[in-house]
Structures are given as structure tokens and as C-alpha cells.
């Protein structure tokens, strides 16, 4: 007895080690992933409340607070497809969207002149969906540009990478909006609704950024309030500037894929539908 006793006391430590061990582990993984969701939350929640702190903590590249905008814009950006799948809302481009003002008979005739003369959207949409999500990064970078640049001229001292960090706060603030307004289209049933819907959002959104980006204008590119006032009309009338690359670049792009994988001329298509409708 008096020998196992050592042995005993000894399995116990380790055993009591082990357990310590284990629980310290489990506070570790614990207090990470707090500290992460805590880190979302708030990073998000002062995207509307605090653009400034979460700006400010960007250029210092301290993200013991927050996550950094890149990140969360990314993450943003990902999750409306997510969203999207979840509550059945088509964010790719497909014949339909593509065609949806067009009369059926002349796209079923369209279609007929491909490499195919029996292509249906069957066959078409699925290299319309993969071709969409290759393209939309790109498209969202180069439809940005105008936005950098003009921040560049804003404030030429910081970097290109400093005005990336701080365009994107208000963006990730404004997303946030389009985000919410997902999951209420499949409760409107009628197309020409769902436009209304679809406009609505975007315009809650622009409005959101435009007043985040004041607040950030007035911080790091501004001193008064006429600096701020001009710094705005700036932004907004490079506005329509990158809605237009964004429209341009999807069609063109699109056109290329149609044409090159099933010989498909979209803009005789659109040419001949309007030209149908100004006979009319």
C-alpha cells in the first residue's frame, strides 16, 4: 500500500494536469471565438455608428477591435450568394434576366443561330452562371477605380492602399442594407415589383454611403464643411461614371462568352427587338 501510493498521487497529478490542460484549451478556442464574432459584430454595428474608429484602426493597421474592411467586405460580398441560395433569389446573370424585356418568339428564333440550332437556356445558363461569378470580381475592382483615384486626388499623401481601406468602410456600411432587402423578394410575386424593390434598396443604399462617406470625408480629407460639401459632389458625379463600366463590362463580357461558346450575337438580338419597337 504504502508503495502504491506515490503512483497513485502521481496518476492523479497528471490526470488533473491533463483536465487543466484540456480546460485551458477549451478557454483558448473559447476567447478566440468570441473575440471573433465580437470582432464582427462590432466591426459591422460601428460600420454605421463609428465609420471613423473602424477607419482610423484600418490605416493604423490595428485590428484588435475591429476586422479589417477588406476582410469584411469580403465577407459581405460572399455572403449574399449565400443569402441569396438560402431564400431563392437569382443573383447570376441567365438567358431570362438577359432577355427579360424581349419578345420569347424572337429569342427562340435567336437561338436557333448558334453552333446549335436546338440551344435552349438549359444549355446556356450554367456558362452564364460560371462565367458571372469569374468576371464579378474584376468588374467590382475596375468599377471602383474612379472612386480611388478621386480619393487620391483628395488627399495625395496616402497611400493607394490608405484610400482602399477607407472607401471601403462606408461600402461595408451600405451593403449591409442591400444584404437585409434579400430575403424580402421571393415574398413579391410580380417582376415589375420586384424591380421596385430591387431600386429601392440600391437607393437606401446609396444615400447610406454617401452619408457614412461624408463622415469619413470629413475626417480624413476635409477640414470644413465646404471641403466636405465639394468632396461629395465629387463622389456623386463619378457616380454615374462607374455604373456605366459596371453596365458596359457585363455586357460586353457576356456578349463574348455567347458568342464564342455558342455563337450567339446578343446585340443583333437587342438591335432587332428595338428596332421592332420603334416600328411599333
Known amino acids: 500500500m504504502a508503495e502504491s501510493e506515490p503512483g497513485s498521487q502521481a496518476n492523479q497529478t497528471r490526470n488533473k494536469s491533463r483536465a487543466a490542460g484540456s480546460q485551458d484549451a477549451l478557454d483558448s478556442i473559447s476567447v478566440a471565438a468570441f473575440e471573433v464574432d465580437g470582432r464582427i459584430f462590432r466591426t459591422l454595428w460601428h460600420s454605421f455608428t463609428q465609420p471613423n474608429a473602424i477607419a482610423r484602426a484600418a490605416l493604423e493597421a490595428d485590428y484588435q477591435a475591429y476586422l479589417s474592411p477588406v476582410r469584411v467586405f469580403v465577407a459581405l460580398?460572399?455572403?449574399?450568394?449565400?443569402?441569396?441560395?438560402?431564400?431563392?433569389?437569382?443573383?447570376?446573370?441567365?438567358?431570362?434576366?438577359?432577355?427579360?424585356?424581349?419578345?420569347?418568339?424572337?429569342?427562340?428564333?435567336?437561338?436557333?443561330?448558334?453552333?446549335?440550332?436546338?440551344?435552349?437556356?438549359?444549355?446556356?445558363?450554367?456558362?452564364?452562371?460560371?462565367?458571372?461569378?469569374?468576371?464579378?470580381?474584376?468588374?467590382?475592382?475596375?468599377?471602383?477605380?474612379?472612386?480611388?483615384?478621386?480619393?487620391?486626388?483628395?488627399?495625395?499623401?496616402?497611400?493607394w492602399w490608405g484610400h482602399v481601406l477607407l472607401y471601403l468602410v462606408p461600402v461595408n456600411g451600405s451593403f449591409v442594407i442591400l444584404l437585409v432587402?434579400?430575403?424580402?423578394?421571393?415574398?413579391?410575386?410580380?417582376?415589375?415589383?420586384?424591380?421596385?424593390?430591387?431600386?429601392?434598396?440600391?437607393?437606401?443604399?446609396?444615400?447610406?454611403?454617401?452619408?457614412?462617406?461624408?463622415?469619413?470625408i470629413a475626417r480624413f480629407y476635409a477640414r470644413t464643411a465646404t471641403g466636405v460639401a465639394l468632396r461629395i459632389a465629387g463622389l456623386l458625379a463619378v457616380f454615374p461614371i462607374t455604373i456605366t463600366i459596371t453596365i458596359l463590362l457585363q455586357y460586353f463580357l457576356t456578349a463574348a462568352?455567347?458568342?464564342?461558346?455558342?455563337?450567339?450575337?446578343?446585340?443583333?438580338?437587342?438591335?432587332?427587338?428595338?428596332?421592332?419597337?420603334?416600328?411599333q
Open 77 to 159: 460580398f460572399s455572403f449574399q450568394f449565400a443569402i441569396a441560395a438560402l431564400f431563392g433569389v437569382p443573383l447570376e446573370s441567365s438567358l431570362e434576366s438577359l432577355t427579360v424585356y424581349v419578345d420569347p418568339s424572337s429569342v427562340t428564333a435567336w437561338l436557333q443561330t448558334g453552333h446549335r440550332t436546338d440551344l435552349t437556356a438549359a444549355d446556356i445558363d450554367p456558362a452564364l452562371a460560371d462565367w458571372s461569378a469569374v468576371m464579378l470580381w474584376p468588374i467590382t475592382i475596375v468599377s471602383s477605380l474612379p472612386y480611388l483615384v478621386l480619393l487620391k486626388l483628395y488627399r495625395r499623401s496616402l497611400s
Open 181 to 216: 432587402f434579400l430575403p424580402l423578394y421571393p415574398l413579391v410575386p410580380h417582376e415589375d415589383l420586384r424591380m421596385v424593390l430591387f431600386a429601392l434598396s440600391t437607393l437606401l443604399g446609396m444615400i447610406l454611403y454617401f452619408v457614412l462617406a461624408a463622415r469619413v
Open 257 to 279: 462568352l455567347l458568342q464564342y461558346e455558342f455563337g450567339l450575337r446578343i446585340d443583333e438580338l437587342l438591335l432587332t427587338e428595338f428596332t421592332n419597337g420603334v416600328g
